[in-house]
């Protein structure tokens, strides 16, 4: 494109000219096409193959003459390479003359398709016929029982004669005509037999029969062979045509050979032109050989768009809709290279700008949310410090270090002291969500028996649990891999935390299970409790998503838990979901990998 821009702005015009000069292949491939549609029955191509053939003769004669297409100059062709134009000229009428020959030539073979359409529609019949004279012959004695076979071969070359035919509408001709020709034969022989005509002027070893002498079927049970005998007459010069011609029509074949063959013919001539041409050029010094490597790139972008030339057409929709379905994935600010400057091209441009104001909006959002993570997590960090004398003035005065206290007054400071660590609880959960979604939680990666931390866990929580008459269940095995054991206790308090809140009780169980498999370890804290309707599970482990914010709050949920769960488990390289029934269980399942499977950490893992 560069060299075309150089070359036309420079006021050479032979590039332009060279450049539709290699296009006739392109179009002449195009009616050719168009011919064979048309001779299908695609009456609406009958008006373009006429422009496109006045698009052709149109710049063949621009290139003796020269003149203006398409709003450009077309230069001359050099006196040298006159004769070579002129054989251009004389295979182009002589290939137009060939395509419009093959237009207007029917695909099909009339005769071989109103055969075809008349054996499928007498076939139903004749097999109706075939399984009625069967029936008769069923009833006589064992005299009869070769005649009986006779008239089962019947149906089923019946049978088989329909398929067959079906086969031919469809194409496989090749086949498909030497086994009707078989089938056709079978027919003829069984119903001569039946009938008591001699079959001594048929070919018998080619179907590997032989001549038999049956006696006759008693008239009352010959009627389906009497009426069967007419319609074969009928049926059987139908099935002929269909052994010895194809329903391509042979005049179509020739046709579109010779237009083909015509084609190679004025492919070559364009050939020998542009070489020529090309010839002429080298002669000229450098601003020629500007044109020679052009010629090399028209040849290359000729055999592609030969090959792509109805792709193409389709092209620009294919790069919009694949730009769409990107940006509905998030690869915002996609481009599509599109110069062209139609309709599709004013689409493509204000899809680009599109395309840049969602990519910069974005861009935009995530700092906004980085500044606004980073402002929360200081301001959450710096929230802890006062509740920390908070905490501990509390514990001195109910220590009565500074004075004896009465219960009203223990029961304030008691008040106090729950309030502070249920907001130091709130801030520490607030400060593990931002370090997550900043990438800054610190993770300290040792081998651990998983087994060991599970049971110290729920330890913790026995207390709680018998004064509620909860009951744990627990399945566990020792088994050592590397995590954060603080962290995942973490993960582990949480769920368990929210099984407790669940279940009720006197009633309440907590399942907690582990699986040991060859590449992960895997945990399960279950419970009997009231379950999470199915709308609510998808949105669980977002943060200060509460599924019952009147339970949560007054159990003290913050919405933060999972959230935090989820942030641990996936920088452990794990995973974390839940599985629900409402009203019946709730089981939460984390997974952690026994070993990296690549030599770099994930982010804050240290």
Same mark, same amino acid.
Request: cysteine-free.
């Given at each position: 494109m560069t060299l075309l821009y150089e070359a036309e702005h420079s006021g050479n015009t032979q590039s332009y000219t060279i450049i539709k000069t290699g296009d006739l292949k392109v179009q002449t491939e195009a009616i050719s096409g168009l011919a064979v549609s048309i001779a299908n029955g695609n009456v609406d191509d009958e008006e373009k193959i006429y422009k496109d053939i006045e698009h052709v003769d149109v710049t063949i004669a621009g290139i003796k003459n020269g003149g203006m297409i398409n709003n450009k100059p077309i230069q001359k062709i050099p006196p040298s390479i006159t004769t070579e134009y002129n054989k251009l000229v004389i295979s182009w009428n002589d290939y137009k003359e060939k395509a419009l020959n093959a237009k207007k030539t029917s695909v099909f073979d009339k005769e071989a398709t109103s055969a075809m359409n008349y054996v499928l529609q007498k076939n139903g019949e004749l097999i109706l016929l075939t399984n009625s004279l069967s029936s008769e012959l069923s009833n006589l004695d064992r005299d009869y029982n070769r005649h009986k076979e006779i008239a089962n071969d019947l149906e089923n070359s019946a049978k088989e004669i /329909?398929? @067959? =035919?079906? @086969? %031919?509408? %469809? /194409?496989? !001709? !090749?086949?498909?005509q030497d086994k009707i020709k078989i089938e056709k034969m079978k027919f003829e022989v069984g119903l001569r037999k039946l009938l008591g005509i001699s079959t001594n002027d048929l070919d018998l070893k080619s179907i590997e029969q032989k001549n038999e002498d049956l006696i006759e079927i008693p008239r009352e049970n010959s009627d389906a062979l009497r009426k069967l005998d007419p319609l074969w007459e009928s049926l059987r010069p139908k099935i002929e045509i269909l052994e010895e011609r194809a329903l391509l029509s042979p005049d179509f074949n020739s046709a579109k050979?010779?237009?083909n063959l015509q084609k190679e013919i004025l492919f070559g001539d364009i050939d020998n032109l542009l070489n020529s041409w090309n010839f002429e050029l080298s002669k000229k010094g450098?601003? !020629?050989q500007l044109i020679v490597q052009i010629l090399l790139v028209v040849d290359i972008v000729i055999f592609f768009l030969v090959l792509f030339v109805i792709r193409q057409s389709l092209l620009p929709l294919g790069l919009i809709t694949n730009a769409l379905t990107e940006i509905k994935e998030g690869a915002y600010g996609r481009k599509i290279e599109y110069e062209k400057s139609d309709e599709i091209g004013n689409l493509v441009q204000t899809f680009n700008v599109m395309s840049n104001t969602i990519l910069e909006k974005e861009e935009l959002a995530k700092k906004t949310d980085i500044a606004k993570d980073e402002f929360l997590a200081m301001i959450t960090h710096e929230l802890k410090t006062p509740l920390v004398p908070i905490q /501990?003035?509390?514990?001195i005065l109910l220590?009565?270090? @500074?004075? *004896?206290? =009465?219960? *009203?007054? *223990? !029961?304030? %400071?008691? %008040?106090?002291k729950s309030s502070s660590e249920t907001l130091l609880a709130l801030i520490s959960d607030l400060l593990d969500a931002q370090k997550l979604e900043l990438g800054q939680l610190r993770m300290k990666m040792e081998t651990n028996n998983i087994k060991k931390t599970i049971t110290e866990v729920i330890e913790s929580f026995t207390p709680q649990a018998q004064k509620n008459n909860i009951k744990f269940i627990s399945n566990l095995k020792d088994v050592h891999t590397e995590y954060d054991e603080d962290r995942i206790k973490q993960v582990l308090s949480n769920l368990i935390k929210n099984s407790m809140i669940a279940v009720e009780p006197e009633k309440g169980v907590i399942d907690i299970t582990m699986i040991d498999y060859p590449q992960t370890v895997q945990v399960s804290v279950k419970d009997n409790g009231i379950g999470i309707p199915a709308d609510k599970q998808e949105n669980l482990f977002k943060k200060f998503y509460q599924v019952d914010t009147t339970l949560t709050r007054e159990k003290s949920g913050s919405g933060l838990g999972l959230a935090i769960c989820k942030g641990i488990i996936d920088t452990h390289g794990g995973g974390i979901f839940c599985k629900s029934i409402p009203g019946q269980e709730t089981v939460f399942t984390f997974t952690l990998p026994k070993k990296s499977e690549s030599k770099k950490s994930p982010i804050g893992i240290t």
């Open positions: /329909g398929q @067959l =035919t079906l @086969l %031919i509408s %469809i /194409g496989e !001709e !090749e086949n498909a050979n010779e237009m450098s601003q !020629e /501990g003035y509390s514990d220590s009565e270090h @500074l004075g *004896k206290l =009465t219960d *009203k007054q *223990k !029961e304030r %400071i008691n %008040i106090i």
